[in-house]
């Protein structure tokens, strides 16, 4: 089977443990033909969007990747929002693709992928959706005209050739509803998921890195990741982890600080030694030190790295979004103010013990439903 990605909305980046780099990955695993078409964005080290050259490659997990440009109809800026490409079309013909999976609802050329479609009616075309309230269509402006005038009208014309949109949370399914007015018939759950290590593996990882750490198995550690702001609570979470006593427990924060939380956080880590800063690490050594941790702390705005976590064994503590509740029911912690956080580490320290009741939960649900094995059998169908 070939199969299809276009990374069209937003930046590719190679390399990522993105749902966009894990789904091929498993695809190509699966013994697929995987090809990703992708615009020219992606994310530098420090975490902001650049630019690269138009290009065909075959990237560092053996897939090919081509990066078409946008068209020069109005300036860049504007074209980076319209999302129209040169070529998009030729270069579908040329892979001819059994499945296409658009990332992504908001394009003006899912026209092109729909006349594929219509050209083309075996291919089975999905669309999936990480768009919420919380993270689009958030001015007026984005709302009124981009999202409800321009993206929302292009959607609902192609909705007869999409088999169904994918919604990685309920909140997706909120957001296309009220704002794109998609039946919710024609949507599906399809969380981001992440790579479920075997025991054995994931054992080895995690006494491999906790070595590294001076860290003994009585020890918690507790990771915290990926771009740190204001809006991930990563302040937050050090106020409450500063205010528990325990020379037993490490907070290890993983990934790039932005400025508005920066000079809040280099005090803390030269006065509280159990808090360490450790920088970007690549996909690889991410999963590793996710193997080692005992608790994985999200606070504030999702992000695909929880569920990573969950796949590799670690208990989490999240903040109670409708999507995580409905997803993961009790099997995980919530924590939606500092207090909140301060009583469950005092609880965690107390009696240990429940983090191993947690852990247990939470990855037996990620083997079934967040397995990236699992989601990609299901774009196979």
């Given at each position: 089977m070939?199969i299809?990605?276009?990374m069209?909305?937003?930046?590719y980046?190679?390399?990522?443990?993105?749902?966009?780099?894990?789904l091929?990955?498993?695809?190509a695993?699966?013994g697929?033909?995987?090809?990703?078409?992708?615009?020219?964005?992606?994310?530098?080290?420090?975490?902001?969007?650049?630019?690269?050259?138009?290009?065909?490659?075959?990237?560092?997990?053996?897939?090919?990747?081509?990066?078409?440009?946008?068209?020069?109809i109005?300036?860049?800026?504007?074209?980076?929002?319209?999302?129209s490409?040169?070529?998009?079309?030729?270069e579908?013909?040329?892979?001819?693709?059994d499945?296409?999976?658009?990332?992504?609802?908001?394009?003006f050329?899912?026209?092109?992928?729909?006349?594929?479609?219509?050209?083309?009616?075996?291919?089975?075309?999905?669309?999936?959706s990480?768009?919420?309230?919380h993270?689009?269509?958030?001015?007026?402006?984005?709302?009124?005209?981009?999202h409800?005038?321009?993206?929302?009208?292009?959607?609902?014309?192609?909705?007869?050739?999409?088999?169904?949109i994918?919604?990685?949370?309920?909140?997706?399914m909120?957001?296309?509803?009220?704002?794109?007015?998609?039946?919710?018939?024609?949507?599906?759950?399809?969380?981001?998921?992440g790579?479920?290590f075997?025991?054995?593996?994931?054992?080895?990882n995690?006494?491999?890195?906790?070595?590294?750490?001076?860290?003994?198995?009585?020890?918690?550690?507790?990771?915290?990741?990926?771009?740190?702001?204001?809006?991930?609570?990563?302040?937050?979470?050090?106020?409450?982890?500063?205010?528990?006593?325990?020379?037993n427990v490490?907070?290890l924060?993983?990934?790039?600080?932005?400025?508005?939380?920066?000079?809040l956080?280099?005090?803390?880590?030269k006065?509280?030694?159990?808090?360490?800063?450790?920088?970007?690490k690549?996909?690889?050594?991410?999963?590793?030190?996710l193997?080692?941790?005992?608790?994985?702390?999200?606070?504030?705005?999702?992000?695909?790295?929880?569920?990573?976590?969950?796949c590799?064994?670690?208990?989490?503590?999240?903040?109670?979004?409708?999507?995580h509740?409905?997803?993961?029911?009790?099997?995980?912690?919530?924590a939606a103010?500092?207090?909140?956080?301060?009583?469950?580490?005092?609880?965690?320290?107390?009696d240990?013990?429940?983090?191993?009741?947690?852990?247990?939960?939470?990855?037996?649900?990620?083997?079934?439903?967040?397995?990236?094995r699992?989601?990609?059998s299901?774009?196979?169908?």
């Amino acid at each position: 089977m070939r199969i299809l990605h276009l990374m069209l909305v937003g930046p590719y980046t190679d390399g990522f443990g993105y749902q966009e780099n894990l789904l091929s990955i498993q695809n190509a695993k699966d013994g697929h033909e995987v090809k990703i078409i992708a615009s020219t964005q992606s994310i530098s080290e420090a975490g902001g969007i650049i630019h690269v050259n138009p290009s065909s490659y075959i990237n560092e997990d053996g897939v090919e990747v081509t990066r078409i440009p946008y068209r020069n109809i109005l300036p860049h800026y504007v074209m980076t929002k319209v999302r129209s490409y040169v070529g998009l079309y030729e270069e579908i013909v040329k892979f001819r693709p059994d499945v296409i999976l658009h990332h992504g609802v908001s394009s003006f050329d899912l026209l092109t992928v729909a006349r594929y479609k219509a050209n083309y009616p075996h291919v089975r075309l999905y669309v999936d959706s990480h768009e919420m309230f919380h993270n689009s269509a958030r001015k007026i402006l984005s709302r009124e005209i981009l999202h409800r005038r321009f993206y929302a009208p292009v959607l609902r014309r192609v909705l007869p050739y999409i088999e169904k949109i994918l919604c990685v949370t309920t909140e997706s399914m909120d957001f296309l509803e009220t704002l794109y007015k998609i039946p919710r018939d024609k949507m599906e759950l399809y969380p981001l998921g992440g790579v479920v290590f075997e025991e054995k593996e994931r054992l080895n990882n995690r006494r491999i890195i906790r070595q590294g750490l001076d860290l003994t198995d009585d020890d918690i550690l507790m990771i915290h990741s990926g771009k740190m702001n204001e809006k991930k609570r990563t302040v937050d979470l050090i106020k409450a982890f500063s205010n528990v006593d325990g020379t037993n427990v490490r907070l290890l924060l993983i990934g790039s600080l932005s400025d508005d939380v920066r000079c809040l956080i280099e005090p803390v880590l030269k006065t509280d030694h159990r808090v360490q800063f450790l920088g970007w690490k690549d996909r690889d050594e991410l999963l590793k030190h996710l193997c080692a941790a005992d608790l994985y702390v999200q606070p504030g705005t999702q992000s695909a790295i929880m569920q990573q976590a969950l796949c590799c064994g670690a208990a989490a503590m999240l903040y109670p979004y409708k999507s995580h509740k409905n997803l993961l029911g009790e099997t995980v912690f919530y924590a939606a103010s500092v207090d909140d956080m301060k009583a469950i580490l005092k609880k965690i320290l107390i009696d240990p013990m429940i983090l191993e009741t947690k852990r247990r939960q939470s990855f037996k649900l990620a083997k079934e439903k967040l397995d990236y094995r699992v989601l990609a059998s299901r774009l196979y169908l």
